[in-house]
Structure formats: structure tokens, C-alpha cells
Nanobody
Framework: QVQLVESGGGLVQAGGSLRLSCAAS?????RSWFRQAPGKEREFVAG????????SYADSVKGRFTISRNNAKNVVYLQMNSLKAEDTAVYYC?????????????????WGQGTQVTVSS
């Protein structure tokens, strides 16, 4: 397992932007972002393959969020634009021993502590 540390969360107005970062303690394969709102289950947001060649997004964030990675720094980013109130949640970074990302949370064996994103309407 690797250690994952998220940063970049905060409070933003609807329509604004935030960029989340997730630093890993070592090399990783596929990486993803999940989120969990109060009273809801954790859901997949975006994922990226080991070399950045494949990305996938939840329908609710397509066209607004962009996932990217810098393997030299072992960091994954989530650029979030046009934020909506329904994007409010704790965002978690995850790493899996897979070449390409999956939407199944149980497939990930390393998780960060989470970072709060709050979008005010």
C-alpha cells in the first residue's frame, strides 16, 4: 500500500473552480477520485490509468471535471470547474493495483483521508 494525502478542498461559490491534489508516497498504477456526501454512499467521480492515457468520468461531472497525473511527482489532480451545490462532498483519492481505473470502490487498496469541498449556491 501507498500513503495518499489529498489537498485543495475548501468553500467556493456555485460556478467557481477548485483543484484537488493527491500526493502518493510511492509509485502507483490507476488512480481515482471518489466522493461521499452526507447520507449518501461513496461514488466514483473520475479515474486515470497508470500512464494517463485513459480517463473516465461519472456522467454527473463530464465536461466540468478533469483528472490528470504527474508520475514524476506521484501526484494526481482533479480540476473542478462550473461547480454546483450538488458537488458538495468529502472527496477521496484512491489507488488500485490495476492498469486502468474501475468505478468499484472495493477494487482500491489505498485511500486518502479525504478533503471537504463545499459549494454554496
Amino acid at each position: 500500500q501507498v500513503q495518499l494525502v489529498e489537498s485543495g478542498g475548501g468553500l467556493v461559490q456555485a460556478g467557481g473552480s477548485l483543484r484537488l491534489s493527491c500526493a502518493a508516497s510511492g509509485r502507483t498504477l490507476s488512480r481515482s477520485w471518489f466522493r461521499q456526501a452526507p447520507g449518501k454512499e461513496r461514488e466514483f467521480v473520475a479515474g486515470i490509468s497508470w500512464n494517463g492515457g485513459t480517463t473516465s468520468y461519472a456522467d454527473s461531472v463530464k465536461g466540468r471535471f478533469t483528472i490528470s497525473r504527474n508520475n514524476a511527482k506521484n501526484v494526481v489532480y482533479l480540476q473542478m470547474n462550473s461547480l454546483k451545490a450538488e458537488d458538495t462532498a468529502v472527496y477521496y483519492c484512491a489507488a488500485a493495483r490495476l492498469l486502468t481505473p474501475t468505478v468499484v470502490a472495493g477494487s482500491y487498496d489505498s485511500w486518502g483521508q479525504g478533503t471537504q469541498v463545499t459549494v454554496s449556491s
